[in-house]
């Protein structure tokens, strides 16, 4: 097979990633991300080649029938027809029935077959057998490609029953394949599609035989094979409205980045070294961050008691473990990403293996589990964080707009492996010598190292802080639901994203003012500290006997792996305000909020986003090309008359410019 273009590589490596991380929010089943997915064949040796790919299955599926239906009416159609001609001419040199210069042949005039989409199907059907679309070279018509498509379908059983042998464990036995009826199909469809017959086309089938891997199940000689028999029963068996995602919201994510990169306006993107640097800041106050179970087992989680208010929103079960409303809304509203998450779950190896070793099993149907399955004692009770995520994930929640967010950090590590993939290996390389790594482990080492070190230029690129400015109030808090906030933001959110940043309002208690007449102001203020102010009626904590005298920090926190907690990066103190006694006023509620953190945002672009809002991978892999959005500050000539700044006017297009802006781009709000 010829190798696909290096491009056509590392795009379908961005797709398959975007389709990992729908399939990572429960928003596909597992059957619906393989198809949806590329397969990489065998990768080159040389990392500047490309590869040999199969196309994704909602692509393939169905294309060969409606060609030979109703004709022509796209390109992918004919990309699919001709890819499948090249694989069957693979499967045949395989098997022994040609030789490489015949499958050489082959493949050359299977490629010819490619012509340009007409631009209706009328236009397909008017194309008569003796009309040709030759553009470049590829002559194929329209007419002789549905021909081809017709002997594809032809082959169906063929394929099925060779599928059905190379998915058992039995010997492979080619008896009951008639490799005859698919040797004159391939040389039928690749001189339609090419106009002509292969010089050196002199099959022998007398030499048909099978190779020695296949009848090996686990060997690799079939596993090669199998994909290729799969592909093609696939695309032959399958309509398109059987491998379209169920659920819409992944069917308008894909959609709309397949279609945004063939926008003419946005502008071509740099390297991820050459872009600029980008920051996200997102205010939060008040809002939940991540469902518990209860407040029991969150006070429990946190390990302190006497707590009070143990009732509110942020549970999603009461105190005698029935389901309240939210959980069975969630379940009611998202039934198929329910069944995805169960999916996710008992197909996780690390899962079933625990479960093996404990000596619990899981019931045998999906429907089976049901939230009860995560409470204390049950067969999943370990994995209860998992069902928090599954539906703080479907909430209007500060852990959504988290991990949307952090796509941006894994985008980029993903961005440049593709660009920087041969000198990441070469410096891992290197490194792995002089750590004197064993030869066997030093492929595992090298891509350990490359991701590493990718993930250090991602961050240097990209920086997301929360500024949760009530942090330090909260986690002093005598209620359970502001205590578990609290308790979320610096363990759970900042130990599942370590690069996560965490900006909060500390104030130090320096003791009460000494006592002076209201009269004279000089001696009211005559025993403070430098920095402190009193703590006027918005910021005194119930039961305080009086104003107070009061330090305030900008403090910013991230989490520290050794020591297993978040530690302090900075601390910041903030000026005093000499004419109010409510402390520093930076904004009122949310620009107050981003105005003490704004500090922490080392960067050359800075991103706002509330609280409301979320992100995929699809969108964040775009990043450099919206931050050459704001590269576009070159000036341009205008013909428009204009005003000099003498005060005449003029209507040279040399006389005056217009300078293009930035552009304003926004996330879906979950509102």
């Given at each position: 097979?010829?190798?696909?273009?290096?491009?056509?590589?590392?795009?379908?490596?961005?797709?398959?990633?975007?389709?990992?991380?729908?399939?990572?929010?429960?928003?596909?089943?597992?059957?619906?991300?393989?198809?949806?997915?590329?397969?990489?064949?065998?990768?080159?040796?040389?990392?500047?080649?490309?590869?040999?790919?199969?196309?994704?299955?909602?692509?393939?599926?169905?294309?060969?029938?409606?060609?030979?239906?109703?004709?022509?009416?796209?390109?992918?159609?004919?990309?699919?027809?001709?890819?499948?001609?090249?694989?069957?001419?693979?499967?045949?040199?395989?098997?022994?029935?040609?030789?490489?210069?015949?499958?050489?042949?082959?493949?050359?005039?299977?490629?010819?077959?490619?012509?340009?989409?007409?631009?209706?199907?009328?236009?397909?059907?008017?194309?008569?057998?003796?009309?040709?679309?030759?553009?470049?070279?590829?002559?194929?018509?329209?007419?002789?490609?549905?021909?081809?498509?017709?002997?594809?379908?032809?082959?169906?059983?063929?394929?099925v029953k060779l599928k059905a042998m190379l998915t058992s464990d039995?010997?492979?036995?080619?008896?009951?394949?008639?490799?005859?009826?698919?040797?004159?199909?391939?040389i039928k469809g690749v001189a339609l599609l090419g106009k002509g017959?292969?010089?050196?086309?002199?099959?022998?089938?007398?030499?048909?035989?099978?190779?020695?891997?296949?009848?090996?199940?686990?060997?690799?000689?079939?596993?090669?094979?199998?994909?290729?028999?799969?592909?093609?029963?696939?695309?032959?068996?399958?309509?398109?409205?059987?491998?379209?995602?169920?659920?819409?919201?992944?069917?308008?994510?894909?959609?709309?980045?397949?279609?945004?990169?063939?926008?003419?306006?946005?502008?071509?993107?740099?390297?991820?070294?050459?872009?600029?640097?980008?920051?996200?800041?997102?205010?939060?106050?008040?809002?939940?961050?991540?469902?518990?179970?209860?407040?029991?087992?969150?006070?429990?989680?946190?390990?302190?008691?006497?707590?009070?208010?143990?009732?509110?929103?942020?549970?999603?079960?009461?105190?005698?473990?029935?389901?309240?409303?939210?959980?069975?809304?969630?379940?009611?509203?998202?039934?198929?990403?329910?069944?995805?998450?169960?999916?996710?779950?008992?197909?996780?190896?690390?899962?079933?293996?625990?479960?093996?070793?404990?000596?619990?099993?899981?019931?045998?149907?999906?429907?089976?589990?049901?939230?009860?399955?995560?409470?204390?004692?049950?067969?999943?009770?370990?994995?209860l964080h998992e069902l928090l995520s599954w539906a703080s994930m479907?909430?209007?929640?500060?852990?959504?707009?988290?991990?949307?967010?952090?796509?941006?950090?894994?985008?980029?590590?993903?961005?440049?492996?593709?660009?920087?993939?041969?000198?990441?290996?070469?410096?891992?390389?290197?490194?792995?010598?002089?750590?004197?790594?064993?030869?066997?482990?030093?492929?595992?080492?090298?891509?350990?190292?490359?991701?590493?070190?990718?993930?250090?230029?991602?961050?240097?690129?990209?920086?997301?802080?929360?500024?949760?400015?009530?942090?330090?109030?909260?986690?002093?808090?005598?209620?359970?639901?502001?205590?578990?906030?609290?308790?979320?933001?610096?363990?759970?959110?900042?130990?599942?994203?370590?690069?996560?940043?965490?900006?909060?309002?500390?104030?130090?208690?320096?003791?009460?003012?000494?006592?002076?007449?209201?009269?004279?102001?000089?001696?009211?203020?005559?025993?403070?500290?430098?920095?402190?102010?009193?703590?006027?009626?918005?910021?005194?904590?119930?039961?305080?006997?009086?104003?107070?005298?009061?330090?305030?920090?900008?403090?910013?926190?991230?989490?520290?792996?050794?020591?297993?907690?978040?530690?302090?990066?900075?601390?910041?103190?903030?000026?005093?305000?000499?004419?109010?006694?409510?402390?520093?006023?930076?904004?009122?509620?949310?620009?107050?909020?981003?105005?003490?953190?704004?500090?922490?945002?080392?960067?050359?672009?800075?991103?706002?986003?509330?609280?409301?809002?979320?992100?995929?991978?699809?969108?964040?892999?775009?990043?450099?090309?919206?931050?050459?959005?704001?590269?576009?500050?070159?000036?341009?000539?205008?013909?428009?008359?204009?005003?000099?700044?003498?005060?005449?006017?003029?209507?040279?297009?040399?006389?005056?410019?217009?300078?293009?802006?930035?552009?304003?781009?926004?996330?879906?709000?979950?509102?």
């Amino acid at each position: 097979m010829p190798l696909c273009p290096p491009s056509e590589v590392l795009f379908a490596q961005a797709w398959d990633q975007a389709v990992s991380d729908l399939r990572q929010r429960d928003l596909l089943s597992n059957a619906e991300a393989k198809r949806l997915k590329y397969e990489l064949l065998s990768p080159s040796p040389d990392p500047t080649c490309g590869g040999w790919l199969l196309l994704p299955r909602f692509v393939a599926a169905g294309a060969a029938v409606e060609v030979a239906t109703l004709g022509v009416n796209s390109a992918s159609q004919l990309e699919v027809v001709c890819r499948a001609f090249n694989l069957l001419a693979w499967l045949l040199h395989s098997l022994g029935l040609i030789t490489e210069l015949q499958l050489s042949d082959l493949l050359l005039l299977a490629s010819k077959g490619a012509s340009p989409p007409p631009r209706n199907r009328a236009a397909a059907r008017g194309n008569d057998a003796g009309s040709t679309a030759a553009t470049g070279g590829r002559v194929a018509s329209h007419s002789d490609i549905a021909a081809a498509s017709e002997v594809l379908k032809d082959c169906k059983e063929l394929l099925v029953k060779l599928k059905a042998m190379l998915t058992s464990d039995k010997p492979v036995d080619l008896s009951n394949v008639d490799t005859q009826l698919l040797l004159e199909a391939a040389i039928k469809g690749v001189a339609l599609l090419g106009k002509g017959h292969a010089k050196h086309l002199a099959p022998d089938i007398s030499k048909a035989a099978v190779p020695p891997g296949w009848n090996q199940a686990p060997s690799q000689q079939r596993k090669l094979p199998k994909q290729v028999v799969e592909w093609l029963v696939d695309m032959l068996t399958l309509t398109r409205g059987e491998v379209a995602p169920v659920v819409p919201e992944a069917s308008r994510v894909l959609c709309f980045f397949a279609t945004s990169l063939n926008n003419p306006k946005m502008p071509p993107a740099a390297t991820v070294a050459c872009s600029r640097s980008m920051a996200t800041l997102t205010p939060h106050y008040g809002e939940d961050v991540m469902y518990a179970l209860n407040a029991g087992s969150a006070v429990q989680e946190m390990g302190v008691e006497g707590l009070k208010g143990r009732d509110g929103s942020v549970f999603l079960t009461n105190g005698s473990g029935d389901a309240t409303e939210t959980l069975k809304y969630l379940r009611e509203v998202y039934k198929i990403e329910w069944i995805n998450f169960v999916e996710r779950l008992i197909t996780n190896a690390d899962i079933v293996q625990q479960l093996n070793a404990s000596g619990q099993t899981l019931p045998a149907q999906l429907t089976d589990i049901t939230p009860a399955s995560f409470f204390p004692g049950a067969v999943l009770a370990p994995w209860l964080h998992e069902l928090l995520s599954w539906a703080s994930m479907r909430g209007q929640l500060l852990l959504r707009t988290v991990h949307g967010m952090m796509y941006y950090e894994q985008a980029l590590q993903q961005l440049i492996l593709m660009q920087c993939k041969v000198e990441l290996a070469a410096a891992a390389q290197q490194a792995a010598k002089r750590a004197g790594v064993p030869l066997r482990d030093q492929r595992e080492w090298v891509a350990a190292v490359s991701q590493q070190a990718a993930l250090m230029m991602a961050r240097q690129k990209y920086t997301y802080v929360v500024s949760s400015q009530a942090l330090g109030e909260f986690q002093y808090d005598g209620t359970v639901p502001k205590r578990w906030l609290a308790h979320c933001i610096r363990t759970v959110v900042a130990q599942r994203y370590p690069s996560l940043q965490i900006a909060y309002i500390d104030l130090e208690n320096l003791g009460a003012p000494p006592k002076a007449a209201a009269a004279d102001p000089a001696a009211a203020t005559a025993g403070r500290k430098p920095g402190a102010v009193d703590v006027g009626p918005r910021n005194r904590t119930k039961g305080s006997d009086g104003p107070r005298l009061l330090r305030q920090y900008s403090v910013l926190l991230q989490w520290d792996a050794a020591a297993g907690c978040v530690h302090e990066v900075y601390r910041v103190r903030l000026p005093m305000n000499l004419e109010t006694d409510t402390g520093v006023i930076l904004g009122e509620g949310k620009p107050e909020n981003q105005n003490h953190a704004v500090i922490f945002c080392h960067s050359e672009v800075l991103q706002t986003i509330d609280c409301n809002q979320d992100g995929y991978f699809a969108e964040a892999i775009k990043l450099p090309n919206l931050l050459a959005e704001f590269d576009r500050h070159k000036s341009h000539k205008s013909s428009i008359r204009c005003r000099i700044n003498d005060g005449s006017e003029s209507s040279s297009s040399t006389a005056c410019t217009r300078r293009q802006g930035p552009a304003l781009v926004g996330f879906r709000e979950w509102v």
